[in-house]
């Protein structure tokens, strides 16, 4: 600080001085000021970056999920078709039980199955050709007891052993 002879000059120079000093704290204020506008408007930008990332993960995440339970449900109408379709071919052929069983084929099956002295269940059309026949409506067929032994070999039965070979047939069939 250099030497002044009046007090006017004194504060004068006191007064530069400070000035001086505030004018540079301001600059570096400024820089500072500007350093960190830099680096929050840097900041901004990457946080902004990422939630758009972020976003666009979420949107996929979400348009994969609805596409899968579209698929999921297009699947499971098609499954549901599909059975519905073999129910109707099977429900078919157990209607055509009542026709069967009056055939020459049906009666020779059971004529070759038959254990001797068994007593013969069945519907009321098999009366003439199976002495004793316990009626028993609504049997495709015939059943017979000997003993404790039953030997079903009604229609119903019969097709309920191969259901699961029918079913396989029709799925070839028809797909």
Same mark, same amino acid.
């Given at each position: 600080? !250099? =030497?002044?002879?009046?007090? +006017?000059?004194?504060? *004068? @120079?006191? %007064? &530069?001085?400070?000035?001086?000093?505030?004018?540079?704290?301001?600059?570096?204020?400024?820089?500072?000021?500007?350093?960190?506008?830099?680096?929050?408007?840097?900041?901004?930008?990457?946080? !902004? =970056?990422?939630?758009?990332? +972020?976003?666009?993960? *979420? @949107?996929? %995440? &979400?348009?994969?999920?609805?596409?899968?339970?579209?698929?999921?449900?297009?699947?499971?109408?098609?499954?549901?078709?599909?059975?519905?379709?073999?129910?109707?071919?099977?429900?078919?052929?157990?209607?055509?039980?009542?026709?069967?069983?009056?055939? *020459?084929?049906?009666?020779?099956?059971?004529?070759?199955?038959?254990?001797?002295?068994?007593?013969?269940?069945?519907?009321?059309?098999?009366?003439?050709?199976?002495?004793?026949?316990?009626?028993?409506?609504?049997?495709?067929?015939?059943?017979?007891?000997?003993?404790?032994?039953?030997?079903?070999?009604?229609?119903?039965?019969?097709?309920?052993?191969?259901?699961?070979?029918?079913?396989?047939?029709?799925?070839?069939?028809?797909?």
């Amino acid at each position: 600080m !250099e =030497t002044h002879g009046s007090i +006017e000059e004194l504060k *004068k @120079a006191i %007064e &530069a001085d400070y000035i001086q000093k505030i004018n540079e704290l301001n600059s570096g204020k400024n820089a500072q000021i500007k350093e960190i506008t830099a680096s929050s408007k840097k900041e901004l930008s990457l946080l !902004e =970056t990422e939630l758009e990332q +972020e976003s666009e993960a *979420k @949107a996929r %995440e &979400a348009g994969a999920m609805v596409l899968n339970e579209q698929k999921l449900a297009a699947k499971r109408g098609f499954e549901e078709a599909r059975e519905a379709m073999i129910q109707e071919v099977i429900e078919t052929v157990k209607g055509k039980f009542p026709n069967t069983m009056k055939t *020459k084929q049906y009666a020779d099956f059971v004529k070759k199955r038959v254990p001797k002295g068994a007593k013969a269940h069945g519907n009321a059309f098999f009366k003439k050709k199976f002495k004793g026949l316990k009626e028993v409506k609504g049997l495709n067929g015939l059943r017979f007891e000997k003993g404790s032994v039953i030997y079903d070999l009604s229609l119903d039965a019969l097709f309920e052993a191969k259901e699961p070979t029918v079913r396989e047939k029709v799925i070839e069939k028809l797909w």
